[in-house]
């Protein structure tokens, strides 16, 4: 069976990148975390997984839709296996109600494939996850549905307000909590 996959972005790609679509929690910490991974080359704040078009900060929680980070980067530079790897390795995918601070459907971990390789490749990493914890993994794996932009506001919070992004992210524990669960594997390929 072929799965059909919906368009994703609205930006313009480089010939050569590709695109993984990673729902981590918070977007700014996501993107903030990817930013830092060498071959990524641009990183996107936004909406997906919901009902209706054009949801907004305001109104994508009630609407189904999770916060999510669509990643360009360069396969000659860093792989998507390699992505999967850190992006379990940054969230905690053990928890089904959201994470760290943040609570609920809207801040729910979920690996969105836009094609039928990253969708295979994701359910290895989720499994090869679980392994390494001894734990069920609650992240979801689904076809990439379209993929909303979140509000200009939204977009490189963490470099336009340091200090408000690094009181809120450890003040929400996510770092604590990535380390007390992943151990010497914690924040695999984010380098500073």
Known sequence: MTLTFAPVGLGARA???ETAIFAGGC???VESDFDHVKGVTRTT????GGKGDNPTYEDHSVAGFREA???E???SVVSYEALLKTFFRTVDPTDSGGQFCDRGHSYTTAV???DDAQ???AKEAKAEAGEALGKTIATEIAPAPKFWPAEGYHQNY???NPVRYKYYRYACGRDKRIENLWGKDAHFGVGS
Request: glycine share 4%; charged share 25%; with cysteine.
């Open 15 to 17: 010939a050569d990148s």
């Open 27 to 29: 977007f700014w910490c």
């Open 45 to 48: 704040s936004g909406y997906i």
């Open 69 to 71: 980070v669509e990643i």
């Open 73 to 75: 980067f360069d396969p």
């Open 112 to 114: 969105y494939a836009v």
């Open 119 to 121: 969708l295979a490749e």
């Open 158 to 160: 963490y470099e336009r």
